[in-house]
């Protein structure tokens, strides 16, 4: 499963290098993700809070810090897949639409980052 959620992820941070996914692929018997530093991005410099196995649900503001909205915490990678894969979430009752995602491996957390629809539920 974590190769399934990792796959879902547009970008991976790791060692304080922010890498953009450019294509994924099945070779050999084995799963690859090609992946290109993003010289545009930069990592968050602060601890994942030592929280569970979980996503977090961040607005997405460019340039600067992205506030954010939800932890979603959950107990195994099957759950965080099923969560990285949906297109719009559902946040204390207002819809918003998935942009990007992350597996930040610096904090050892998953991140998605959102944008409002306007859709209450």
């Known amino acids: 499963m974590e190769i399934f959620c990792r796959q879902q992820c547009d ?5 304080e290098v922010v890498y953009k996914k450019t294509s994924t692929s099945f070779e050999n018997d084995r799963y690859v993700m090609y992946m290109s530093v993003a010289l545009d ?3 968050f410099h602060f601890p994942a809070q030592g929280r ?8 997405y503001r460019e340039h600067s810090e992205s506030p954010e909205l939800l932890f979603a915490p959950f107990e195994n990678l099957k759950s965080v897949f ?9 946040i204390h009752g207002q819809e918003y639409e998935r942009l990007d995602s992350e597996l ?8 998605v980052y959102v944008r409002p629809t306007g859709v209450s539920l």
């Open 11 to 15: 970008y991976l941070v790791l060692e």
């Open 41 to 43: 991005e930069r990592p």
């Open 52 to 59: 569970p196995l979980g996503v977090e649900i961040r607005e």
């Open 82 to 90: 099923s969560y990285l894969s949906n297109d719009y979430l559902d």
């Open 104 to 111: 930040d491996q610096d904090r050892h957390m998953y991140v």
